[in-house]
């Protein structure tokens, strides 16, 4: 069984900057893809970011250039670095982690931008 428990939400003006951490529990190993998703109001549930085994990343376009994914294996923890928010970005944030086909996601976090 894997356990994901997010912190690090909040509010923040926009041309802020959050980081987020999910820190994860259980059989998980370093060749575990994780991500981040989002879901704002109304909208379906989009990804953010992900990171592979080897450092391999990939980005919402809508996000390239401001968010930084990172993970350290030896915590088997991820990360997401939001710099240059925008009201847009206010959202519930989740991470994900597949294992052997199988998805847990966190409790999510909210974060709000305000204008």
């Known amino acids: 069984q894997v356990q994901l428990v997010e912190s690090g939400g909040g509010l923040v003006q926009a041309g802020g900057s959050l980081s987020l951490s999910c820190a994860a529990s259980g059989s998980i190993s370093s060749s575990n893809v994780m991500a981040w998703f989002r879901q704002a109001p109304g909208k379906q549930r989009e990804l953010v970011a992900l990171i592979g085994s080897i450092?391999?990343?990939?980005?919402?376009?809508?996000?390239?250039?401001?968010?930084?994914?990172?993970?350290?294996?030896?915590?088997?923890?991820?990360?997401l670095q939001m710099n240059s928010l925008k009201p847009?970005?206010?959202?519930?944030?989740?991470?994900?982690?597949?294992?052997?086909?199988?998805?847990?996601?966190?409790?999510?976090?909210?974060?709000?931008v305000s204008s």
């Open 55 to 79: 450092g391999f990343t990939n980005y919402a376009d809508s996000v390239k250039g401001r968010f930084t994914i990172s993970r350290d294996n030896a915590k088997n923890t991820v990360y």
């Open 88 to 112: 847009e970005d206010t959202a519930v944030y989740y991470c994900k982690v597949t294992v052997r086909l199988k998805e847990y996601w966190g409790q999510g976090t909210q974060v709000t």
